[in-house]
Antibody, heavy 118, light 110 residues
């Protein structure tokens, strides 16, 4: 079964750094882009960016460019979303998802809740 | 890149049909047939219901159908059931490896 398993919930203070993960199972990890999607409390889904595990080619939504880093360790089939200095406004659920060539996302990880509060 | 526009809420009685619209621009929805739709129950991962405008993944009920005209895509749910109550999001490819989600629609089964 193809699945993406994300790291657990995090509670951080403003200014702290954070790296959350998304591990792929059941398929050749390097053959599909991985996407990150944000859902702020009570809000809709927002596309953050994508990374190709084969060559680490990365693309970002203009809203997130420079705000987060997306990386991958293909040796352990894991993609990452990272912040160097968290803000309260980064509080959200973050999902990873496998991107199909025809532009659809499936499957999705279970989500990682990030809470940033002093 | 602005979010695609969806109605905030749509409701219907069991057995009825409802349609959710998703309006973009000629640069995104109007330019590509890479529109997908996701069902999102609170606390769960989103689930793809439609891809490439009108294709259904294996296992998705044929009560769900998609279409597109110009820069507006639509998702129709026929024979509405209680389990269909959820949030629904459209998404489109917008060129240069970028994607845009819709604002989301809350479907209520009366």
């Amino acid at each position: 079964e193809v699945q993406l398993v994300q790291s657990g919930a995090e509670v951080k203070k403003p200014g702290e750094s954070l790296k959350i993960s998304c591990e792929g199972y059941g398929y050749i990890f390097t053959t599909y882009w991985i996407a990150w999607v944000r859902q702020m409390p009570g809000k809709g889904l927002e596309w953050v960016g994508i990374i190709h595990p084969g060559d680490s080619d990365t693309r970002f939504s203009p809203s997130f460019q420079g705000q987060v880093t997306i990386s991958v360790d293909k040796s352990i089939s894991t993609a990452y979303l990272e912040w160097s200095s968290l803000k309260a406004s980064d509080t959200a659920m973050y999902y990873c998802a496998r991107l199909h060539p025809e532009g659809w996302f499936d499957p999705w990880g279970q989500g990682t809740l990030v809470t940033v509060s002093s | 890149q602005s979010a695609l526009t969806q109605p905030a809420s749509v409701s219907g009685s069991p057995g009825q049909s409802i349609t959710i619209s998703c309006t973009g621009t000629n640069s995104d929805v109007g330019s590509y047939n890479f529109v997908s739709w996701y069902q999102h129950h609170p606390g769960k991962a989103p689930k793809v219901m439609i891809y490439e405008v009108s294709k259904r993944p294996s296992g998705v009920s044929d009560r769900f159908s998609g279409s597109k005209f110009g820069h507006t895509a639509s998702l129709t749910i026929s024979g509405l059931q209680a389990e269909d109550e959820a949030d629904y999001y459209c998404c489109t490819y917008a060129g240069t490896n970028s994607y845009i989600f819709g604002t989301g629609t809350k479907v209520t089964v009366l």
